[in-house]
């Protein structure tokens, strides 16, 4: 090892960077990693283009990432102790919360109420530097070991895979229930396989494009936006009642009001997608269909829940890698993101 890394830095928005940077030392109950693989996430997408401005990051510069996986090179005091040793493969989520506010004791630390507050908590990519590097340093309450048959690449997929799961879960999915999820991107993908494991019966993607085709590829039903109103789809699909629940992945105004439009009566959407803008919501059917609308934010403790599923392949994580580029070309990377055209689901980056 090295003393000096290679590392992502963003200088100010859209003007990114490849620095020499010291390599960080672990300290209590940390673990230092050679990372293997990152995935390019829409949250970096917009943090990089400075869509949350003085919150994701606080400040710029900033190393971004917090998709990754790769393995322990070094142990901080009390890792040991812990489990770890050098050599462990791992897949790492980005949530360091405190462990002792009132929600991280409920175990649901994704919720922190000291999020954000210097030495109690620490995103990893959002508002602390992220893990686009040859090394990072993760606390190991983030950290997660890797199965032998699940690939770094495939293991850089599993934190997306958890917040699926978790939105699958805040909907409350039972079994037999018939599931529309809007918005065919990865985390719609992964959450169609998501709903599937809760026991959906029936999963209808809402999307365009070759990423509806894909959806379908992977056994959901699809109804393309372009053909028509898909909340009318929707329905036809279902005999007129509409989904029991619908998962948002898209995170766009319309989507939301799609989704709220194509729920049963009594029925539960949840949404993971962040728009960048408010949304107009007309509340009527809210009221009277007793709808609910659940926000639901990254995972709480899916990552150990979801890797079996990975393992066994019924979260189909390597169907959705497009593409593979070096640290070094991270920019060509994020502009094939960026763009529809380029077929891109998951890119995948090795440092």
């Given at each position: 090892?090295?003393?000096?890394?290679?590392?992502?830095?963003?200088?100010?928005?859209?003007?990114?960077?490849?620095?020499?940077?010291?390599?960080?030392?672990?300290?209590?109950?940390?673990?230092?990693?050679?990372?293997?693989?990152?995935?390019?996430?829409?949250?970096?997408?917009?943090?990089?283009?400075?869509?949350?401005?003085?919150?994701?990051?606080?400040?710029?510069?900033?190393?971004?990432?917090?998709?990754?996986?790769?393995?322990?090179?070094?142990?901080?005091?009390?890792?040991?102790?812990?489990?770890?040793?050098?050599?462990?493969?791992?897949?790492?989520?980005?949530?360091?919360?405190?462990?002792v506010c009132q929600k991280c004791v409920e175990g649901r630390y994704n919720l922190c109420e000291n999020y954000g507050k210097p030495g109690l908590h620490a995103q990893y990519g959002h508002n602390h530097q992220g893990v686009d590097a040859t090394?990072?340093?993760?606390?190991?309450?983030?950290?997660?070991?890797?199965?032998?048959?699940?690939?770094?690449?495939?293991?850089?997929?599993?934190?997306?895979?958890?917040?699926?799961?978790?939105?699958?879960?805040?909907?409350?999915?039972?079994?037999?229930?018939?599931?529309?999820?809007?918005?065919?991107?990865?985390?719609?993908?992964?959450?169609?396989?998501?709903?599937?494991?809760?026991?959906?019966?029936?999963?209808?993607?809402?999307?365009?494009?070759?990423?509806?085709?894909?959806?379908?590829?992977?056994?959901?039903?699809?109804?393309?936006?372009?053909?028509?109103?898909?909340?009318?789809?929707?329905?036809?699909?279902?005999?007129?009642?509409?989904?029991?629940?619908?998962?948002?992945?898209?995170?766009?105004?319309?989507?939301?009001?799609?989704?709220?439009?194509?729920?049963?009566?009594?029925?539960?959407?949840?949404?993971?997608?962040?728009?960048?803008?408010?949304?107009?919501?007309?509340?009527k059917s809210l009221v009277l269909d007793e709808l609910e609308l659940v926000g639901s934010r990254a995972s709480a403790g899916e990552m150990r829940r979801v890797i079996p599923f990975v393992a066994d392949g019924r979260m189909q994580v390597g169907?959705?890698?497009?593409?593979?580029?070096?640290?070094?070309?991270?920019?060509?990377?994020?502009?094939?993101?960026?763009?529809?055209?380029?077929?891109?689901?998951?890119?995948?980056?090795?440092?």
């Open positions: 090892m090295t003393d000096t890394m290679q590392a992502l830095v963003v200088l100010k928005p859209n003007v990114l960077q490849i620095q020499e940077k010291p390599v960080p030392r672990p300290g209590p109950n940390e673990v230092l990693a050679r990372v293997r693989s990152t995935s390019i996430c829409g949250t970096d997408a917009h943090l990089i283009n400075g869509d949350y401005p003085d919150f994701w990051p606080p400040a710029f510069p900033f190393t971004p990432g917090h998709e990754w996986a790769g393995d322990i090179v070094e142990l901080g005091p009390g890792a040991g102790e812990l489990g770890w040793k050098v050599g462990d493969r791992v897949a790492g989520t980005s949530h360091n919360a405190c462990g090394y990072a340093v993760h606390n190991v309450k983030c950290i997660f070991r890797l199965p032998d048959p699940v690939s770094y690449d495939e293991g850089a997929i599993i934190d997306p895979a958890s917040i699926a799961l978790h939105v699958a879960r805040r909907g409350g999915i039972e079994p037999g229930d018939t599931v529309a999820i809007t918005g065919a991107g990865a985390i719609g993908m992964l959450a169609a396989d998501a709903a599937r494991i809760c026991g959906a019966a029936r999963v209808i993607v809402v999307g365009r494009g070759y990423r509806l085709q894909k959806a379908g590829a992977l056994g959901s039903e699809t109804v393309d936006t372009v053909a028509g109103d898909p909340v009318a789809a929707v329905r036809e699909l279902t005999g007129g009642f509409g989904a029991d629940v619908v998962l948002e992945c898209a995170g766009v105004p319309q989507t939301l009001t799609w989704a709220l439009a194509m729920l049963r009566k009594g029925g539960r959407c949840a949404m993971v997608g962040i728009p960048t803008e408010d949304v107009l919501l007309a509340c169907e959705l890698i497009t593409h593979r580029f070096p640290l070094a070309e991270y920019e060509k990377a994020l502009a094939t993101f960026n763009d529809r055209g380029s077929g891109a689901m998951k890119i995948i980056v090795n440092p």
